[in-house]
Nanobody, 119 residues
Framework: QVQLVESGGGLVQAGGSLRLSCAAS????????MGWYRQAPGTQRELVAI???????TYADSVKGRFTISRDSAKNTVYLQMNSLKPEDTAVYYC?????????????WGQGTQVTISS
C-alpha cells in the first residue's frame, strides 16, 4: 500500500508561482511513474505532468514552458514547480503514483490540493 500526501497549494495572483510537493510512503511493488493531474469544476481530471521511473518527463501542452516536474528519489517525493500561473490553472491538483508489476497496474491518488489563481 502506498499513501500520497500533497502540499503547497494556495491562492496566488496571475503571473505568480507555486510549488507543489507529494510525498509517498508505504511499500510499492514497482513504481512506474509519478505525476500530477488536475480537475477544475465541471471538467474531467487531466494530466498535467508525469515523470517515469527512468526520468523522462511529459507535460500537457497547456503547461509546457511554465511548469516543471521533478523528483527526489531518496525522499520518495515529487514536485511540481508552477510559474507564470494563469487563472485557467485553477483546479484541484492530484498527485498520482502508478504501480506496475508483470501482473497488474494500479493507480494511487493523493487527496488533492486546491490551486486558485486570481486575475
Amino acid at each position: 500500500q502506498v499513501q500520497l500526501v500533497e502540499s503547497g497549494g494556495g491562492l496566488v495572483q496571475a503571473g505568480g508561482s507555486l510549488r507543489l510537493s507529494c510525498a509517498a510512503s508505504g511499500s510499492s511493488l514497482g513504481i512506474d511513474s509519478m505525476g500530477w493531474y488536475r480537475q477544475a469544476p465541471g471538467t474531467q481530471r487531466e494530466l498535467v505532468a508525469i515523470i517515469i521511473s527512468g526520468g523522462t518527463t511529459t507535460y500537457a501542452d497547456s503547461v509546457k514552458g511554465r511548469f516543471t516536474i521533478s523528483r527526489d528519489s531518496a525522499k520518495n517525493t515529487v514536485y511540481l514547480q508552477m510559474n507564470s500561473l494563469k487563472p485557467e490553472d485553477t483546479a484541484v491538483y492530484y498527485c498520482n503514483l502508478r504501480e506496475v508489476t508483470p501482473f497488474s497496474k494500479y493507480d494511487y491518488w493523493g487527496q488533492g490540493t486546491q490551486v486558485t489563481i486570481s486575475s
